[in-house]
């Protein structure tokens, strides 16, 4: 299981510490949802996950203004006792003396934000759902061309090192060489980093180790990308039968997500750069409702049927 560290949240998301006397380097986060404990501070905690970090808008802060000491103290107590990841108050709101000796007595964090509790919310589940989503690594190489981001994958040596390079001195944008790190943050998005030990570094065979910051500058180099399609290099077989049309659509699965993929035999000669930047502007084409080999099938049907109707027209007369 993934776990975010408290001190990493409060850096990220600027969360100011009303609580200076519990420490919160220990603290860690398991849950990438949040929960708003509206109903919890009404008494009600059948159900209630106190794994969540714990948000208090405008409305829960209203209602725990009416409420006399001897309530609050009942529900803070009761609240606190869960051990909550923290408590984190919105718009700049402020914790009554009592939400703060309680919290310090249980050693829960007390936050605040000056952001609108419905903007927060959705901020802190984005970077909760990215930091602990599902992740493996995969041995490849991962390039940003035309916006697309193109997952390079092969047996060690057929060359997704030099293919990167070439597209690089072309414009396009390394993300990560020999292993990248893929985390699925949806069904729909996986997202490709490379570690940080070997951020922005190629190896060559032959000449050894190159950082493509160095040498191309920052725009050569992208921190992270999504993946968008995979292209799966491997050694010309002559007795295989590649697609040569490309009608249906080939996917792999990764993490559970499946990405476009396209084989690409290798063999002396070929351009890989071109290749794959023409398959990462195809891929664009395809999404925005253009299919090259639909449209050339549409045509030779067209043609067949203009040249039968004019045979049977001819054999009419």
């Known amino acids: ?36 404990p509206a109903i919890q501070l009404a008494g009600f905690f059948n159900y209630f996950d106190a794994e969540r970090v714990q948000i208090i808008g405008k409305v829960e802060h209203t209602y ?18 869960y051990h909550i990841p923290c ?6 709101l402020e914790p009554d003396e009592l939400m ?9 964090p007390i936050l605040q934000t000056s952001k609108t509790t419905s903007y927060f919310m959705s901020e802190i589940i984005r970077y909760l759902k990215v930091e602990l989503a599902p992740r493996i690594s995969i041995h490849g190489v991962l390039v940003d061309v035309y916006g697309e981001g193109i997952l390079i994958m092969g047996e060690s040596g057929i060359g997704k090192s030099e293919a990167a390079l070439e597209l ?8 990560a060489d020999d292993v990248v790190e893929i985390k699925k943050v949806s069904d729909d998005t996986l997202l490709g980093t490379s570690p940080d030990i070997i951020r922005y570094f190629i190896e060559l065979r032959g000449i050894g180790i190159v950082d493509c910051k160095t040498l191309f500058g920052v ?3 992208k921190e992270k990308e999504t993946i968008d399609l995979v ?5 010309w077989d002559s007795q295989k039968e590649y697609d040569r049309l490309g009608m249906t659509e080939e996917y792999t699965e990764i993490l559970g997500n499946k990405v476009v993929c396209h084989s690409i035999p290798i063999r002396p000669g070929r351009n890989l750069a071109i290749i794959v930047e023409s398959a990462a502007i195809n891929h664009r084409q395809k999404l925005m ?12 049907m067209d043609n067949l049927q203009k040249r039968t109707k004019e045979r049977e027209e001819k054999e009419k007369l």
Do not use: C, P
């Open 1 to 36: 299981m993934y776990t975010v560290e408290l001190a990493s949240i409060i850096d990220k998301l600027k969360l100011l510490n009303l609580t200076s006397e519990v420490d919160v380097s220990d603290i860690e986060v398991t849950q990438s949802d949040i929960n708003r």
């Open 64 to 81: 725990l203004e009416t409420l006399d000491d001897d309530r609050k103290n009942e529900i803070y107590n009761r609240l606190f006792s």
């Open 87 to 92: 408590l984190i108050l919105s718009r700049e």
């Open 100 to 108: 703060i000796t309680m919290a310090t007595k249980y050693k829960v």
């Open 168 to 175: 690089i001195k072309r414009g396009h944008r390394l993300v």
């Open 219 to 221: 725009e050569s180099v």
């Open 231 to 235: 292209i799966k290099l491997e050694v």
């Open 289 to 300: 409702g253009y299919n090259a080999a639909i449209e050339l099938n549409n045509r030779v």
